[in-house]
């Protein structure tokens, strides 16, 4: 009688274990678009990426994974990069980009990856390029 009772007590925690797994992914269910995402304009995202970049560093640092030197490093390149997103997303639209910064530099509006020359894919995320 015992070993019915685990049986189907361990068949029950399978059951429940797995049925997220299994049950079918409704409508209500789907993952909708961050809304805020939608308003972010290309140099939002450069500055935003930069920002979660400049995070992991520190925290790489302080847990021991990075180095002094390689933290200087990295930290001077996206502290660089988000001083740069930031003045060309505060800057009004017909303004030329922020200072050290190339007009022709382009960036995806994905991933927020540096674009060179004609590309039509990003290297980075594989994002098709508007034209």
């Known amino acids: 009688m015992t070993l019915i009772a685990e049986t189907i007590l361990a068949l029950l925690a399978v059951a429940l274990v797995l049925e997220p797994l299994l049950r079918p992914v409704g ?36 847990t021991g994974k990075l180095s002094d030197v390689d933290y200087d490093r990295l930290y001077r390149r996206y502290a660089g990069e988000a001083m740069a997103a930031m003045k060309d997303a505060d800057a009004p639209p017909d303004a030329a980009p922020a200072a050290g910064v190339p007009a022709s530099r382009r960036f995806c509006e994905e991933c927020g990856a540096r674009l060179e020359g004609a590309a039509k894919f990003c290297s980075e995320c594989g994002e098709r390029i508007a034209a």
């Open 27 to 62: 409508p209500a269910a789907a993952l909708l678009s961050n809304s805020d995402d939608d308003d972010i304009t290309p140099e939002q995202r450069r500055r935003d990426l930069a920002l979660a970049a400049i995070k992991e560093i520190e925290f790489d640092q302080a």
